[in-house]
């Protein structure tokens, strides 16, 4: 499913980035950069949902190789937090749904988590 | 056929790319004895000009937007789509040349093409200029991308340099308690590998583990190193800081236990999977510490290619 697709299902706002046609396979909810960084399988475009919006969050997803992140209820980002995002090409989205809505939401439309993401043969 | 294209790389990429790149697979069509009068809804909900008409799996003809209109030019009377449809159809193979394709949406100043399969003549998909466009402008950012890897890629150093044995050494400065700038030197480190051509998989392992070391130190420590040593086989990185050292390190390395204070947590970190997260990424990893002086973690990752693997070592 393509970034477009997604922001349309979460009725989210583009914060940072201009391409939407990335394919995401995969979503990480999550509030723990420790587990984002261990659980996500990065040959594999994912999506990240997160509460947290300082520049850390983005760092993880460069480390991790995660192209897109989602904040929850409308929560928007420092300047540090966009600023870095541009610097590695990554996009951010912010929705109002709540961590649980917007993970139902896709979980709904069939997207997997990262840890049951299979690659179809 | 005359090359309608003049610029030498598209042209390139023309014959490199295949029909089937850069079609639609999502088909849209028709039955002959479908009604003609239900023709405009089917190319308006689907914003197309065109629709091929299938029977039994073969294309039998197309139904365009000036058929359309002839149709209700002359009175719109009641027949099927077969009675109006075009039937001598211009279509492309799946394994033509895009460049093929190109040409001939010049030569018959048509909008889109049916594509069929050559082993079996069934109708696969579409291509009309915009799959072309976005097939080319895929192909050329890969090639892109290829391109800046193998223009930065300093991987010939190894073979270059005569020795014995070759090794490169980075240093990253860390400032402790700097939240805003934790994670700068596993960013760098993970772009200087990339340049050096190291695997993947080899990249995306020792930056994790040297972002949770770096992590640390910026949580615990004033300051502190970062030596990474690369030699062709193996990245040995080494992590040292002046902190206030770990008294019980084999309660420090079970999963869960932190001794993080609480803005850390606020922050998504110091949940105590730091030194767990590390030594699942790396072959080998010591940790030594002395109250009162400092830290220091030692990881090493092999980077001989069999010992790549993409499996996930369980998940955290």
Known sequence: ?121 | MTPYVKAPKIRELGYELKVRDAMDRNLITVQPETPMSKVRGVLRSNRISGIPVIDKNKLVGVVCVEDLVNWLRAGADNCSVEEKMSKNVVTLYTDEPLIHAINKLEQYGFFHFPVLERSNGELVGTITREGIIRGLLKKLEIDYREEEIRHYRASHVFEDMIADKTSLIFQYYVAGQDFNRAGESASALKKTLKRLGTHPEIVRRAAIAVYEAEMNLVIFARSGEIIVKVDPNQIRIEVEDSGPGIPDIEKAMQPGYSTAPNWVRELGFGAGMGLNNIKKCVDEMNVTSTVGKGTRVEMYVATKKESVSYEVKGTG
Request: charged share 25%.
């Open chain 1, 1 to 121: 499913m393509n970034l477009a697709k997604i922001k349309e299902i979460l009725k989210a706002d583009l914060i940072v980035g201009s391409s939407l046609e990335r394919e995401i396979k995969m979503i990480c909810a999550c509030d723990l950069m420790s587990d984002v960084l261990s659980c996500v399988q990065t040959r594999f475009s994912s999506l990240l949902l997160t509460n947290l919006i300082h520049p850390q969050t983005v760092r993880t997803a460069e480390i991790a190789e995660i192209p897109a992140i989602c904040f929850m209820r409308g929560k928007e980002p420092q300047d540090l937090t966009m600023d870095l995002a541009k610097k590695n090409d990554i996009v951010l989205l912010s929705t109002s749904f709540s961590l649980y809505e917007a993970s139902g939401r896709l979980y709904e439309e069939g997207l997997p988590g990262c840890g049951e993401y299979r690659e179809a043969k």
